[in-house]
């Protein structure tokens, strides 16, 4: 069965973007698509129908085919933990923890599972639209390489390059590309297309048939920004953008160094009567903040580290003072309470790490991992909430008689004597229009509603707008 895989010359030049709304196209000429990464590099996760768990890109995507999210759309994923080291899950389940030498030992056997997941989904869709990771230009990795040319070589899929005009030089970008890849993957390329182009296309003439004579690639189009695209689901923590300026509510979010599922902010970002500041490294938290939120993260030890660090756990303090409130997901839970203890050395060394004391609670690291979609009752507002577990550890304390929810008979989550600081283990709580709605409400605010219609109708928006600007058609045949 045909497919067909978008490379990039860099990372974030819209690879994930253009295949979700390249899903979408296909779907609505009355092919059934499904997507495809090899191997993807990201905290941010997403729980799947078949227990698993899989990049939030590829789940984005398979929203745009229609599908559940199914581990085989990801079949290698990197959760780092530290700057030289990560989690591997292969096909949805944690491998082992690598750093980046012996991971480049382990690619080899990989291809095998990558080959496995990408063979089983040709064989029940008419098309898969496969994603790359990075650049293939990245020449010194080509060897055992699972994730661009080596994968493509070995699943003999059409490539189609991106360049991004966006970030300069983008015709350096193609034709350096070209002149780096050696002839057998050079030939694998197909075409290329140009994205993120802003102002008059026209403008570009020159350079796109200077592209198309040097390199001897047939030209897609060139693509213009698409302003609508920070409303889809973010897999990298700085495309959440702080907004709202006009907000009655201000909420902020800490930005993590191990930030994860971030995308937990995405609705709330959209509210117009939220404030969204997304708070970066030697930013002190404001004053006028009604809400912290201390979000998910990959190491909740070294992230505690990071946080004192910035002198935040001062500012926490100081907020509470104020009157204001602090709610911990996941990662931030944990870092909540007053201990978080990793006594086996699951995310780093074995130790204990004093917490934050804003709830009575403590965190102890465990080598089962929660993989779960879940359905719950907010012990506040009385609200039903659908979210997802995915995290190690259990924690237990007093504060946990005051439960953030009741989950399937049992409490779930912990929250202070007066109500200001709350932590729970649940991801996409905000997703839930009835839910958002009625925390807003708790905090003097309004909810717009409609979060999932909205990324159903950006989607939309995003096929016709590269139906309008790309040969959709052309690319389509490339697979064929």
Not at 136 to 157: H, K, Q, S, T
Request: aromatic share 6%; net charge negative; glycine share 14%.
């Amino acid at each position: 069965m045909p497919a067909l895989m978008l490379q990039g010359t860099g990372s974030n030049v819209g690879k994930s973007v253009l295949v979700a709304g390249l899903c979408r196209a296909a779907r609505r000429r009355g092919l059934s698509v499904a997507p495809f990464k090899p191997q993807n590099m990201s905290n941010n996760a997403a729980v799947t129908g078949d227990g698993g768990e899989i990049g939030r890109a590829q789940a984005l995507q398979a929203l745009a085919c229609g599908l559940v999210p199914h581990t085989d759309m990801n079949p290698v994923l990197l959760k780092p933990e530290t700057d030289v080291g990560a989690q591997v899950v292969v096909q949805g389940r944690r491998l082992t923890t690598a750093k980046a030498r012996e991971y480049a030992k382990l690619k080899p056997q990989l291809m095998d599972a990558v080959l496995d997941s990408f063979n089983r989904l040709k064989s029940q869709y008419d098309l898969v639209i496969v994603e790359g990771a990075g650049s293939p230009a990245e020449v010194n990795l080509r060897a055992g390489d699972i994730a661009n040319m080596g994968f493509a070589v070995a699943a003999d899929v059409p490539v189609v390059l991106i360049g991004d005009i966006d970030r300069g030089g983008v015709i350096a970008q193609v034709i350096g590309t070209q002149a780096v890849l050696d002839a057998q993957d050079a030939a694998r390329v197909r075409g290329f297309l140009i994205n993120k182009f802003r102002g008059d296309p026209s403008l570009f003439d020159d350079g796109y048939a200077l592209i198309a004579e040097r390199t001897g690639w047939q030209g897609f189009g060139v693509a213009p920004w698409f302003p609508e695209a920070w409303k889809l689901p973010a897999e990298d923590a700085l495309d959440i953008r702080s907004g709202g300026a006009g907000g009655s509510v201000h909420i902020v979010c800490l930005r993590l160094s191990r930030i994860a599922n971030f995308d937990d902010l995405d609705p709330l970002a959209q509210e117009p009567d939220v404030r969204l500041t997304m708070l970066g490294p030697g930013q002190a938290i404001p004053g006028d903040a009604d809400v912290v939120i201390l979000p998910g993260s990959k190491s909740t030890r070294g992230d505690l580290a990071f946080l004192r660090q910035q002198g935040w756990d001062i500012d926490l303090h100081a907020h509470m003072r104020r009157g204001g409130r602090v709610l911990g997901i996941c990662g931030g839970y944990q870092m909540l309470g007053n201990m978080v203890s990793d006594p086996d050395g699951i995310e780093g060394p074995r130790g204990d790490t004093p917490g934050l004391g804003l709830l009575n609670v403590s965190t102890v690291m465990t080598g089962d991992k929660r993989l779960t979609e879940v359905e719950a009752i907010h012990q506040v507002t009385g609200q039903p909430i659908s979210g997802y577990e995915i995290h190690i550890g259990r924690t237990d304390g007093p504060d946990c008689a005051r439960p953030f929810a009741m989950m399937e008979g049992r409490a779930e989550g912990a929250m202070s004597a007066d109500g200001r600081a709350v932590g729970s283990y649940l991801h996409g709580m905000f997703r839930d229009d009835g839910f958002r709605a009625a925390w807003l409400a708790s905090l003097g605010a309004s909810s717009g509603g409609g979060y999932d219609a909205t990324v159903e109708g950006v989607l939309d928006a995003l096929a016709d707008h590269l139906e309008a600007h790309l040969d959709v058609g052309g690319m389509l045949a490339l697979a064929e």
